[in-house]
């Protein structure tokens, strides 16, 4: 929001928080999940990142959404990086009341042994159609075939689309001890507006009061999976155990998507907006510029005043987008 910052500083004070985000060698017209085989049977935890605890309590609805997974699709490739199969899940356990799932793939080590997983929560339709029509060919062009529709996320009940993917061929022997362990992504964010204030608290301003946002140029459709090269693996080392995570470098825009607007309702005057945000991954520097119009109220006045603010990078000094 660099370009806006004299405006953005000299009349409201504003720190939006973003919740942050998007074949061929074995084609079967199969879609049921095979029966689990005896023995030594796959078991991978789908993991959600948490929402800091202050925030959580603020937007409970919201983080119950954030953290739903109702169906899960896995889809394997082989060496050549051509899908082997889907496996829908059937039985999907949480162990911690939504944060991490627990899901037993109907493979054993062996079998798994070399195959490359991509796991999508929430987009069971998209993924069987996509499989069916047999768009799905190659893992490095998924995500253009596994897209979803936007909509007013904060006025629905519907989950959050998400992806996760393992980092390299399945190896049972790998010492990285998160190769069972998947992160799963969201493609939309969940946007707080907070007046004078961070994250934690929202102090206000005695003469400005907030009312509603507006949200404009948001894309029609996303993409639920970041395309190659939009993403970057990292190693971490937490004491005697190696783990891998992905961190995102660029926006997966669907270019041809039309474009539409998000309005929260009209609230009281409050200090902070939070939770009825939520918006799908846009290109704040390049097809998209997604912009934010901040409603609020001067002094008692009944009047809205708006003021504009853009997505843009995050400023290293200060802390602001």
């Known amino acids: ?13 504003s720190l939006l928080t973003v919740g942050l985000f998007l074949f061929g060698s074995c084609q079967t017209d199969d879609f049921s999940a095979p029966s689990m085989p005896k023995g030594d049977a796959l078991v991978f935890e789908v993991k959600i990142p948490q929402a800091e605890p202050t925030a959580a309590q603020s937007r409970a609805t919201a983080v119950l959404r954030e953290n739903l997974i109702q169906t899960l699709d896995v889809l394997a490739f082989d060496a050549d990086g051509l899908l082997y199969r889907h496996y829908p899940a059937e039985e999907l356990y949480s162990i911690d009341g939504g944060g991490k799932w627990l899901y037993r793939i109907p493979l054993t080590k062996a079998e798994a042994q070399g195959l490359r997983f991509v ?3 929430n987009l069971h339709d998209e993924v069987v159609q996509a499989v069916q029509e047999g768009r799905i060919t190659k893992k490095d062009e998924l995500y253009r075939e596994i897209e979803f529709t936007n909509s007013d996320w904060a006025n629905n009940s519907d989950p959050f689309p998400m992806w996760g993917e393992t980092p390299s061929a399945y190896d049972s022997a790998s010492p990285h001890q998160d190769i069972n362990r998947i992160m799963m992504l969201r493609a939309v964010s969940t946007v707080d507006v907070v007046l004078n204030g961070n994250s934690f608290e929202a102090v206000g301003l005695e003469n400005f009061q907030l ?16 395309a190659p090269g939009n ?12 783990g891998n995570e992905y961190t995102l470098k660029k926006a997966t825009v669907k270019a041809d998507a039309e474009r539409m607007s998000l309005t929260t309702e009209l609230a009281s005057p409050a200090n902070a907006i939070r939770g009825k945000i939520i918006v799908p991954e846009s290109d704040a520097d390049g097809t998209w510029n997604t912009t934010f119009l901040i409603g609020g109220y001067f002094e008692k006045s009944d009047r809205l005043s708006w003021y504009r603010v853009n997505f843009s990078e995050q400023d290293k000094e200060t802390g602001y987008m």
């Open 119 to 121: 796991f999508f929560a």
């Open 231 to 242: 993403f970057e693996w990292t190693e971490r080392q937490t004491g005697a155990q190696i």
């Open 1 to 13: 929001m660099k370009k806006n910052r004299p405006v953005y500083r000299r009349f409201i004070y």
């Open 211 to 226: 009312g509603c946002v507006e949200v404009r140029d948001v894309p029609s459709k996303g993409f639920a999976a970041p």
